[in-house]
């Protein structure tokens, strides 16, 4: 777990002025001295919970500059990039690390820094370090944020960022959504019963339009809860896919009812279900099935959060390709068996057709006709077709067989293609990470921050050698050198100077030494004997990651040494 704080100066672009400084020193021990109140009434600080290298917190030794910062900003102390010991503390200042866009003069010399970034580890090793790491972070982006909104500092301006925060705010990104799901499917609910409705009364099916989203839902909610059981971690994004299931019920809504309405009313309700399913079934499979496997397929994928999203995805279309065939089949029909019956389709009470219903008022023939007659099935009075089926068969077909139209239709698909293809020339790999948070997010600024001023050096490459090697022979030492300087010549690494190599390090030290130390590291057992009593002192940061280990013969000779850095 980290903080970090990207701070630009309020007036000007360098930051190497001494009332900025103070203000970095004010800005660093209002974050040390922060306290977080945990468990059990439990106090504690950044020291308390911070990242100990060789027993010491991590430091942002970049802050003791200020020691010399009149200096570098009369000129008469010029800072060297990209690195430089301080006069005064002998810090090594890796200035990469925290000057962001720096300006830099032929000479090798700063010239003007724009932006200055502060880091601060905590540990994470344990379950309770990790829990208290992520309370220490929650209050360090209040103090940082309160100390930004109450214009706390005079010079300086301060953007916030911490290990979790991409998570929180995409999190909160997709849960601010969810409002807005119960208008959605109200919508959604009202396009369907109105696109279910027909003049005639009883072969209206509104319930029907409302019965096929339901059904969607339930069947989403159930593959959500057997995935969830399965043990998949349930992620913000998968909230959208409820949006996607719901159309693709209703899609597969009117494809049910479409099939119904094209059986004769004067089948039986199960052989008018039977006609339906053998007709819309296919259909239905065949798009459940291919929007299954294309989202297994994304299973594959590296991201995490894509396999994520496919897996519950894949699950709700099968979920709810089931409860339609088997739960909303059901209700088509329950529905049949009330339009044999000639029952209403919103109030369920029996009516009269239209052919019988000639001396009723018109309000009644308006509301409450329908169906057939079943001493005279075949009356047009009682048979009127569905008129968007008519106009789609009387109208849209003729016109688009007319062969202007065909020429209309392929000039304007070839245009389509052409844009399609001039928008993929166009697209831009990767993502900006401001847009997987909310416009007022404080990480936004923090990503425009880093993004413009820490991208010429942002990343740090390193490389393991795994297996046992004799490194006290002079040819493994020529072939880990000649492997390290590989790297270095590549096109994507900016300078040797920046390479850190453990054993170019120490046999350097040793060769440049000879004549003081005469010291040997020819065999094995000399070599990790001296790099344990010559390089491996605090607070050499190769220490960390080196551990040696002697074994012993029954006389207590070594019998062999170990060692893996």
Not at 90 to 114: C, K, N, R
Not at 187 to 205: G, L, Y
Request: glycine share 6%.
């Amino acid at each position: 777990r980290f903080g970090r704080v990207i701070v630009i100066p309020k007036h000007g672009k360098d930051m190497l002025k001494s009332e900025i400084w103070r203000e970095l020193r004010m800005l660093d021990e209002l974050i040390q001295n922060a306290t977080v109140k945990w468990e059990d009434d439990e106090i504690f600080t950044y020291k308390d919970v911070c990242a100990r290298w060789v027993d010491e917190c991590f430091q942002n030794d970049i802050l003791n500059l200020d020691y010399i910062i009149d200096e570098v900003e009369n000129r008469t102390l010029n800072l060297t990039f990209p690195i430089m010991f301080n006069p005064v503390t002998w810090d090594a200042h890796t200035f990469p690390v925290y000057f962001g866009g720096t300006v830099v003069s032929e000479d090798g010399l700063i010239v003007s820094v724009p932006s200055v970034q502060l880091v601060y580890f905590v540990t994470a090793d344990t379950k309770r370090q990790d829990a208290r790491g992520a309370a220490w972070e929650e209050a360090f982006l209040n103090i940082v944020g309160k100390a930004e909104a109450n214009h706390m500092f005079r010079y300086i301006s301060t953007a916030r960022f911490a290990s979790r925060t991409l998570d929180i705010e995409l999190e909160r990104n997709t849960r601010t959504v969810v409002p807005y799901f119960s208008t959605t499917f109200i919508i959604m609910a009202a396009f369907s019963v109105t696109a279910c409705w027909m003049a005639d009364w009883v072969r209206a099916k509104p319930w029907l339009g409302l019965l096929g989203n339901i059904s969607a839902c339930m069947g989403t909610l159930a593959a959500f809860g057997v995935v969830m059981y399965m043990g998949v971690e349930f992620i913000g994004i998968n909230l959208a896919r409820r949006l996607y299931c719901a159309g693709i019920g209703i899609d597969d809504t009117f494809v049910m009812l479409a099939a119904w309405r094209r059986t004769s009313v004067k089948m039986s309700v199960p052989d008018r279900m039977g006609r339906m399913l053998s007709e819309a079934a296919v259909s239905v499979t065949i798009t459940s099935v291919t929007d299954m496997i294309s989202f297994w397929i994304g299973i594959i994928s590296p991201f995490q959060s894509v396999r994520i999203f496919c897996i519950y995805s894949g699950f709700a279309v099968c979920f709810t390709f089931l409860w339609h065939v088997t739960f909303f089949a059901a209700c088509v029909a329950i529905a049949g068996y009330a339009e044999q019956n000639n029952l209403h389709s919103v109030t369920c009470v029996k009516v009269s057709p239209m052919s019988k219903s000639e001396h009723r008022s018109w309000l009644y023939r308006t509301f409450c006709t329908g169906g057939v007659d079943p001493n005279d099935p075949d009356n047009p009075l009682d048979n009127k077709e569905h008129s968007l089926m008519a106009y789609f068969r009387d109208h849209m077909a003729p016109t688009l067989n007319w062969w202007p139209t065909k020429v209309v239709v392929i000039i304007t698909f070839m245009g389509y293609i052409a844009g399609a293809c001039y928008g993929i020339m166009g697209i831009e790999e990767g993502l900006e990470r401001r847009k997987l948070s909310r416009s007022d997010s404080y990480s936004v600024e923090f990503y425009d921050r880093e993004d413009f001023y820490f991208r010429e050096f942002p990343y740090r490459i390193q490389v393991i050698i795994s297996g046992e090697m004799n490194y006290s022979d002079p040819v493994v030492q020529a072939q880990v050198e000649n492997l390290t300087r590989t790297f270095e010549n590549t096109v994507y690494i900016s300078s040797p100077l920046y390479t850190e190599s453990w054993l170019r390090s120490f046999v350097g030290y040793i060769h440049r030494n000879q004549d003081y130390l005469n010291v040997s590291i020819d065999t094995e057992e000399d070599f990790i004997e001296n790099l344990k009593e010559l390089w491996l002192f605090k607070p050499n940061p190769f220490l960390v990651g080196c551990k040696i280990q002697r074994r012993w013969n029954s006389d207590h000779s070594i019998k062999d040494v170990n060692s893996s850095c």
